[in-house]
């Protein structure tokens, strides 16, 4: 399977994109390029192979699930981008790049877990911490046109006092409204294997800054491919549209005492899907008593975290029986004394 890797033109090292600053590091001779620059490199290309790759630095053969579209080199480290899976149609129209370099991301993790009490040390131990993760997640991002119109009654009660009598006014009136929503940037994971709250726990992203994708923002990262398509979505996207513009519409009816709504309809138009790619930080855990997985995640562009901790069972029992047994003791005594 066809793999490629970005050299540096200086000396020869591996390239990795560089959240901080936005552009492209050689970690041997420090050497920077920006982005318009690393498009004008020819990147090394690999061999292909039907069941794995090659690494196009040491040679070795590396096997990875289907979805996968960067990686690592298990055995050099060399960060390999499995170009032949962005191909096509498979190639992601947008991405937003990480933003947040590993050493922030670990400075996160850090000061969220010194938060957190009794959590086994297996978890925040040097070993697992190293596990953390750059990843691009797949997501289908939906666009569309609406065309909305409400047909309402708006009743406006107003009362009044007369001396001993109490009066009650209703007016009626006939209240239409019309308009056209511009919709974008409605998310659906497109990776049915992903546990879907290490993304959507971070979300939201700044989805303006998006980019035009680029297979360099995938090198020093962890990249999964798709492998549910978009017509899956469809009607439940359109159905959450439909109902989104009907209630923002139903919304600026106006001051009224009650509305009876007659008619309220949602036309969608110039419907489209754009494949990106979204940056997350992750670490997972698991516990080995019962199997349960339990996460860290931090996303790659804002920095927002989300996660889900074990609890070390024997520190809270020590700190249950720290607490209790010494307060048992005084109430026998004191039981005692009065008996």
Known sequence: METISYKCPNCGGDLRFHPEKQDYLCEFCDSRFSQKELEAMTPQDGDEDADCYICPSCGAEIVTE???????CYYCHNPVVVSQRLKGTYHPDRIIPFAIDR??????FGQWIGTKKYVPRDFYSSDQVEKLTGVYFPYWLYGCQVKASVDARGDKVSTWAAGNIRYTKTDQYDVSRQGTMEVANVPRNALSKANRRLVEGVFPFDMEKQKEFHMGYLSGFFAENRDMESGKFVQEVEQEVEAYARQSLTGQIGDYSSVQVRSCQARLEKPSWKYTLLPVWTLTYK???NGRIYYFACN???????GELPVDRGRLGRLFASIFLPVAAVLLAVGYMIG
Not at 66 to 72: E, H, I, L
Not at 103 to 108: C, P, S
Request: proline letters at 4%.
């Open 300 to 306: 790659g562009q804002s920095g927002k975290i989300c």
């Open 66 to 72: 289907p979805t996968t579209t960067a990686t690592f």
């Open 103 to 108: 050493k922030k991301a670990l400075e996160i």
């Open 287 to 289: 516990d080995k008593r």
